[in-house]
């Protein structure tokens, strides 16, 4: 099975090189998988693209917006299984042999990480817990989805899925939308995972994509409701 690993990454030179020591690429190999790590590049200014590259992953860059770039990142993998997480050190990425090995053994098609298990009392300030809180709500209340965390950045899942997911997101709230469309129409799980303090300057703008990701629940939401995907 093909394993891409696939990492959005906006300024994050200090953050990407532990999120590369911790891949489990040996392991995976180990498991009989072949394994690629694609970094997006967000139009970074600093030395991500080549911190990226001096490890070895292949490094691509589209137009602006963090879930128009997913997309365009995701429409580059052939075949097999994705693996996405933040290129800040935030989430377990040692774990990534155990959740591939969990989709296949239990035939799921698509994983999310929650990350409220096991947090760190630095991983998240507390008016992010309380707009998470407010978004993960929104989103099981409209759409009925068994999803603690709607904002989670770590998925697993397989690509023979992706034509059928409708995804339009271009910025943030391309996160609960992957989420929408899988745990809709296919097989989905969420799993406990962990969170830790990112490395790194927050990219993130708090109360703007807070916002623009709970006015997208509705408008997901009113799309479905007039018979559009
Ligand atoms: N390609 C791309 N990546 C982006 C963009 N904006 C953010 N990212 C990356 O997407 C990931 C998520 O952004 P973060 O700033 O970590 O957001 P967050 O995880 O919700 O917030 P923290 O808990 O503070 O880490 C990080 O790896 C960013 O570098 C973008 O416009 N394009
Ligand atoms: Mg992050």
Redesign the pocket.
């Known amino acids: 099975m093909l394993v891409t690993i696939v990492?959005?990454?906006?300024?994050?030179e200090e953050g990407l090189p532990r999120v590369f020591e911790a891949l489990p690429l040996r392991d995976l190999r180990e498991q009989g998988h072949q394994v690629q790590v694609i970094v997006?590049?967000?139009g970074s200014t600093d030395g991500t693209r080549d911190v990226a590259a001096a490890h070895g992953a292949r490094v691509l860059r589209f137009r602006?917006?963090?879930g128009r770039?997913y997309r365009a990142a995701l429409a580059e993998v052939p075949h097999g299984v994705i693996v996405t997480l933040?290129?800040?050190g935030?989430y377990p990425a040692g774990r990534i042999a155990e959740f591939v090995e969990l989709l296949l053994a239990r035939e799921l098609d698509f994983l999310s990480v929650s990350r409220m298990e096991e947090m760190t009392p630095e991983a998240?300030s507390r008016m992010?817990r309380f707009g998470n809180a407010v978004l993960s709500l929104t989103m099981r209340w409209l759409f009925r989805v068994e999803v603690k965390d709607s904002?989670s950045?770590m998925w697993i899942f397989r690509q023979e899925i992706l034509p059928f997911l409708n995804l339009h997101a271009e910025g943030m709230a391309f996160s609960e939308e992957i989420k929408i469309e899988a745990f809709t129409r296919f097989r989905a799980l969420e799993v406990p995972g962990a969170y830790t303090a990112?490395i790194g300057r927050?990219?993130?703008r708090s109360f703007r994509d807070g916002l623009g990701n709970l006015f997208y629940l509705f408008f997901k939401k009113a799309r479905r409701l007039v018979g559009r995907p």
């Open positions: 990492i959005p990454a906006l300024d994050e997006v590049d967000g602006r917006g963090y770039q933040d290129a800040d935030s998240m992010h904002q950045g990112r927050a990219k993130i």
